[in-house]
């Protein structure tokens, strides 16, 4: 009796500690900008045409293709190139990126800083970005 409570006890623990697998994440729209944080100040807001940065209201990131990227930042130049989600679905990858942007190596990566909906996505670039004078950005996207 005791043997056969240990054992599952035992079954249970190696049962608990296997991964969880990760759903993948369903970003797969074309997505534009609500708000956009620069190192944590607010500078745009959709529909605000006193917004400090009205230049993203050009912002696109479409990843309707399944490994396609069209990226359009504040400045409306398109990009294009791969996305994926990384292994444990918390970052966006962008990369081979044409023409690519100022000093990355054609990559850009953003954190997907909360479970994304379909009505709405939060990213925060994992580094600074040269064409904002090196801020950190945050981007509340919505679908188009």
């Known amino acids: 009796m005791m ?3 240990l054992f599952l006890i035992a079954l249970l623990l190696v049962a608990a500690c296997q ?3 990760v759903e993948p994440a369903d970003i797969g729209l074309v997505w ?3 708000s956009v944080k620069e190192n944590g100040m607010l500078v745009y807001t959709e529909a605000n045409p006193g917004s400090a940065k009205p230049g993203y209201s050009r912002f696109r990131l479409d990843l309707t293709s399944q490994e396609q990227v069209r990226f359009s930042d504040i400045d409306g130049r398109i990009l294009s190139g791969q996305w994926s ?3 444990d679905n918390n970052r966006l ?3 081979n990126l044409s023409p690519p942007p100022s000093e990355s190596a054609g990559n850009i990566e953003f954190y997907i800083t909360e479970r ?3 009505d709405r996505l ?3 670039r994992t580094n600074e970005s040269r064409k904002t004078g ?3 950005n945050e981007y509340e996207l919505v679908p188009e």
Do not use: E, G, W
């Open 93 to 95: 990858i962008l990369q």
């Open 19 to 21: 991964p969880k697998k």
């Open 116 to 118: 994304p909906a379909r």
């Open 122 to 124: 939060l990213l925060k």
């Open 85 to 87: 989600l990384s292994t």
């Open 32 to 34: 534009k900008a609500k």
């Open 134 to 136: 090196n801020t950190i």
């Open 3 to 5: 043997k056969k409570n």
